[in-house]
C-alpha cells in the first residue's frame, strides 16, 4: 500500500500560472522527495527536503514540508506547457537498516499554451 | 553507464509464460531497487538489493516473482507463470546510499496477453 496521497488527482491550468500539489503521509519520515514523470518514461528526481527542513526551493520548484501535519506541497511557478506531466511526492522511510522510497498516487498536471 | 538502463523496453507476453528483465545500475552504485506501476498509479515497492544482498523482498506479490543481483551490480527480475494482473511498467532505481534521490531507469513494460 501506498503511503503518500496527492492532491489533487488531476490539475489543469494555463501556461503561466502557478501549480500547487499537496502530499499528505501517515508515518515518520527521513526525508520526502518530490518526482515527475512523463507519459512512458522513467521518473525524474526533481527535489528532497529533510525532515528537519520546512521549505526548499530549486528553480521554479518550492517544496514544503509541515512534519506536525504529515504534508507536504510542491508550487511550481510561471509553469510551461513542458511541464505537463505526472508529480509523485515519495516519502523515505527508515526500515531494516536502509531507506525505503515509498510513492504516492501522483498529481497529473497538464498546462495548457 | 551515464543512467539506469532498463531491457527490454517493451515486452508481450502470452499469459503462462516466464519473463525476465534487466537493470543495469549507475556503475558503484550501491542499492537498487524494483518497482512495479501500474496505469494511473504510483510506483510500488518490489524489493530491494544492497550490493548483491536482497534485503527486502516484502512487495513482491507471490512466489511467482523473484529478483537477484548476483554480482552486486546488474539485476534480473523474474516472474514466472506470468498473468494479465501482472501488465504493469517495472522500474527500477538505483543510489548511491543514503540521504539522496534516486536515479530511475525508463521501465519495462509488460504486457501480458
Known amino acids: 500500500s501506498q503511503q503518500g496521497e496527492e492532491d489533487p488527482q488531476a490539475l489543469s491550468i494555463q501556461e503561466g500560472e502557478n501549480a500547487t500539489m499537496n502530499c499528505s503521509y501517515k508515518?515518520?519520515?527521513?526525508?520526502l522527495q518530490w518526482y515527475r514523470q512523463n507519459s512512458g518514461r522513467g521518473l525524474v528526481h526533481l527535489i528532497l527536503?529533510?525532515?528537519?527542513?520546512r521549505e526548499k526551493h530549486s528553480g521554479r520548484l518550492r517544496v514544503t514540508l509541515d512534519t506536525s501535519k504529515k504534508s507536504s506541497s510542491l508550487l511550481i511557478t510561471a509553469s510551461r506547457a513542458a511541464d505537463t506531466a505526472s508529480y509523485f511526492c515519495a516519502t523515505v522511510l527508515p526500515s531494516g537498516g536502509y531507506n525505503k522510497l515509498i510513492f504516492g498516487a501522483g498529481t497529473r498536471l497538464a498546462v495548457h499554451p | 553507464g551515464a543512467g539506469v538502463s532498463q531491457s527490454p523496453r517493451y515486452k508481450v507476453a502470452k499469459r503462462g509464460q516466464d519473463v525476465a528483465l534487466r537493470c543495469d545500475p549507475i556503475s558503484g552504485h550501491v542499492s537498487l531497487f524494483w518497482y512495479q506501476q501500474a496505469l494511473g498509479q504510483g510506483p510500488e515497492f518490489l524489493t530491494y538489493f544492497q550490493n548483491e544482498a536482497q534485503l527486502d523482498k516484502s512487495g513482491l506479490p507471490s512466489d511467482r516473482f523473484f529478483a537477484e543481483r548476483p554480482e552486486g551490480s546488474v539485476s534480473t527480475l523474474k516472474i514466472q507463470r506470468t498473468q494479465q494482473e501482472d501488465s504493469a511498467v517495472y522500474l527500477c532505481a538505483s543510489s548511491a546510499g543514503e540521504g539522496g534521490g534516486y536515479t530511475f531507469g525508463s521501465g519495462t513494460r509488460l504486457t501480458v496477453v
Open positions: 508515518t515518520s519520515i527521513n526525508n
Open positions: 527536503i529533510r525532515s528537519n527542513e
